[in-house]
């Protein structure tokens, strides 16, 4: 059964950092592109960043030059380094994979930003 955890959400103040983890467990995640999505109140979730199972990376411009997903394949697990924190940044992040054409979600973890 495939599972996606997130965490390392919390509290911080504009212009800190956070870094997310989402630990996969009954996959190889190395094999798959995962996605980084967040979703503020009364906002639709949208994109954050993505790697692929080449390590290739793309990212939203609201946060280019800000964050960056890497990858840990001995660990089974897709980070997301947040730098320069800013208010809109605060939202549930979630990650994503898609296996045999089923999206897998997480439960999420909180992101706060104070200013």
């Known amino acids: 059964q495939v599972q996606l955890v997130e965490s390392g959400g919390g509290l911080v103040q504009a212009g800190g950092s956070l870094r997310l983890s989402c630990v996969a467990t009954?996959?190889?995640?190395?094999?798959?592109?995962v996605g980084w999505y967040r979703q503020a109140p009364g906002k639709q979730r949208e994109l954050v960043a993505g790697?692929?199972?080449?390590?290739?990376?793309d990212y939203a411009d609201s946060v280019k030059g800000r964050f960056t997903i890497s990858r840990d394949n001995a660990k089974n697990t897709v980070y997301l380094q947040m730098n320069s924190l800013k208010p809109e940044d605060a939202a549930v992040y979630y990650c994503?994979?898609?296996?045999?054409?089923?999206?897998?979600w997480g439960q999420g973890t909180q992101v706060t930003v104070s200013s």
């Open positions: 790697v692929d199972d080449g390590g290739n990376t």
């Open positions: 994503r994979m898609f296996l045999r054409g089923r999206p897998y």
């Open positions: 009954g996959v190889i995640f190395s094999a798959y592109t």
